[in-house]
Each structure stands twice: as structure tokens, then as C-alpha cells.
């Protein structure tokens, strides 16, 4: 019983560094330059970094996933979620970026939505944010 207990600790303890659980969100405030809605500059950095908007009911307010081909939809399973805050009569747009994993639910049309988390997509929410810091004035 003792050998079990320090094993699953172990395993716990192993797990937790191998793994990043807390959501890594990333916000920005841009003043866009050209007269534009928050949601169309926003979907030109990402159409202009090789990201295609996917149209979603489901919780953030745009999502992108990396361009595959000019038919794929979501095919390398992941992407990035903005929440925008701003619209066509503000002067300023507050976005908050994520990396989120995209999981079909068995051909029903559903998709769900969890945080993705690495480097790799850490570095690309950063990215994508400062592309988005660029076109501030």
C-alpha cells in the first residue's frame, strides 16, 4: 500500500512538471490607425500571419487557426481565441489572445474548446499580440 502511495505521488509530481495547466492569456490595448472595426484589424494580422478565421457560435468572439491549405478548415487541431472588446465607434480595441485546443465531437458539428498549452503556442499567442500591438498608432 506504502509502494502505491509514493508511486502516484511521484507520478503527480511528474505530471506537474511536465505539463504547463494554468491558461496563458495574453491582453492588449491598440488605437487601430486606419478607420477599421476591432474585428476586421484583427483579421487582417491574422489572414496577413497565415491564419484563417473559423466561424464559431461557441466562446470567444474570433478564432484562428493556422492556413493548411485554402480548404482546410482546422486540421492541425489548434488555434487562437480573441475576445475583443471595442467596436467601430471606439477609438481604442482590447483584445485578450489564447491558444486553444480545437476537439471535433464525433461528427455532430460540435466543437470544444480547451486551453492549449507549450511554448510553441505561448510563443504564437505572444507573436500574434505584438503583431496586433503594431498596428496601433
Keep these: 500500500m506504502r509502494k502505491a502511495a509514493i508511486t502516484l505521488a511521484a507520478a503527480a509530481a511528474l505530471s506537474l512538471s511536465c505539463y504547463e ?9 491598440v488605437s487601430p490607425r486606419a478607420p477599421q472595426s476591432c474585428f476586421d484589424a484583427a483579421d487582417q494580422v491574422f489572414f496577413d500571419a497565415g491564419f ?14 493556422p492556413r493548411l491549405s485554402p480548404t482546410a478548415r482546422h486540421g492541425l487541431g489548434w488555434g487562437i481565441a ?5 467596436g467601430p465607434s471606439e477609438a481604442r480595441c482590447q483584445y485578450d489572445l489564447e491558444a486553444m485546443s480545437i476537439d471535433p465531437h464525433g461528427g455532430t458539428g460540435l466543437w470544444f474548446f ?20 503594431a498596428t496601433s498608432d
Design 21 to 29: 495547466t494554468k491558461e496563458f492569456k495574453v491582453h492588449i490595448a
Design 52 to 65: 484563417a478565421r473559423i466561424y464559431t457560435s461557441a466562446g470567444a468572439n474570433l478564432l484562428y487557426t
Design 82 to 86: 480573441v475576445w475583443v472588446t471595442g
Design 114 to 133: 480547451s486551453a492549449q498549452r507549450g511554448a510553441e503556442y505561448d510563443q504564437a499567442v505572444r507573436d500574434m499580440a505584438r503583431r496586433l500591438a
